[in-house]
């Protein structure tokens, strides 16, 4: 039998109707508009594109976006000043420095200079080691996507192997500590996993991929996970998204893999919609913590 292709577009607006309700409650209660604030340095067309679908997903659910713009030929320190100033600036909750940043710019200082309240991706090292610790602030947003599409799907990760394909910082370290964890506040069925994580040194990819009850593919590298990668029945959660010749592709062979797993996600219309979904939250949890709101 075919696998049960997760919808993330479906799943995204609906978290996204939670969330404009949630925003507007908070507007009501404390006349204040959640912000977040983009910053996009260069002219990176993929970036382009990311940013105007956050400023469009924003204005959805009630929340106020703002685009900074700078020069390519921008430096570390106007890069840094330009953080300074809207960590400083009251009216703004969220700080998104869109990646990738232009060579030349220390992207590690520019990041670690985010204040952690307005630290919506969950990049700052200090919001890492809350998630690490198993008490999150903000969890970062396609990890947190994930999760989301697992709960609401009712795919358990409880005792369950998970394979982590990738250890990127954005995606495949994150969601190994969530899911490792106990709760990272979604439940204790979407933690509490056995996580492997798999990279290029990796020796037996397959028989490890193989064994994954949850198998999470983050490397980005166009249709790598093949049918004989994938164990009759599992989850398989494409987070890929690779320009070819043919299109959008994601790290997962998407039409081998079909007929294997017992769910699937597709490329596009998967992880992605959840991504920013997570974002919207992440600004209204940054505008509570910045108003002094009881967080729940
Ligand atoms: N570029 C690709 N993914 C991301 C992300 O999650 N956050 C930011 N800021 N930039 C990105």
Do not use: W
Not at 120 to 149: E, K, Y
Not at 180 to 185: E, L, T, V
Not at 198 to 206: F, P, V, Y
Request: hydrophobic share 40%; proline share 6%; glycine share 8%.
């Amino acid at each position: 039998m075919a696998a049960t292709i997760l919808d993330g577009k479906t799943l995204a607006r609906k978290i996204q109707n939670e969330t404009k309700e949630s925003v507007a409650e908070f507007v009501d209660q404390q006349q204040v508009t959640p912000t977040l604030a983009a910053v996009l340095v260069g002219e990176d067309p993929a970036s382009q594109v990311y940013v105007r679908n956050k400023e469009r997903a924003c204005k959805r659910v009630g929340i106020d976006s703002q685009l900074h713009r700078m020069p390519e030929s921008s430096t570390t320190d106007e890069l840094l000043a330009k953080v300074d100033s809207l960590n400083q600036d009251s009216a703004v909750h969220g700080i998104l420095v869109q990646l990738p940043l232009p060579n030349g710019i220390d992207a590690r200082r520019i990041l670690d200079a985010v204040s952690p309240d307005k630290d919506v991706d969950a990049f700052h090292p200090g919001n890492v080691g809350l998630i690490s610790q198993g008490r999150p602030r903000f969890l970062p947003c396609t990890p947190h996507g994930i999760v989301q599409m697992l709960a609401r799907n009712q795919i358990s990760t409880d005792g369950k192997r998970v394979v982590v394909l990738g250890r990127s910082d954005i995606v495949g370290k994150p969601m190994a500590m969530m899911l490792a964890g106990r709760d990272c506040g979604l439940g204790s069925s979407v933690a509490n996993a056995t996580v492997t994580v798999c990279h290029s040194r990796t020796q037996n990819l397959a028989e490890l991929t193989a064994a994954a009850d949850v198998l999470i593919a983050a490397i980005g590298q166009p249709k790598f996970v093949t049918a004989a990668m994938v164990k009759p029945g599992a989850t398989v959660i494409d987070v890929g998204i690779n320009r070819t010749d043919e299109g959008l592709v994601g790290d997962v062979d998407f039409h081998a893999v079909l007929p294997v797993a017992g769910y699937l996600t597709p490329v596009p219309g998967g992880v992605g919609p959840l991504t920013v979904t997570m974002l919207l939250e992440n600004t209204l949890l940054a505008a509570r913590i910045q108003t002094g709101c009881q967080i729940d």
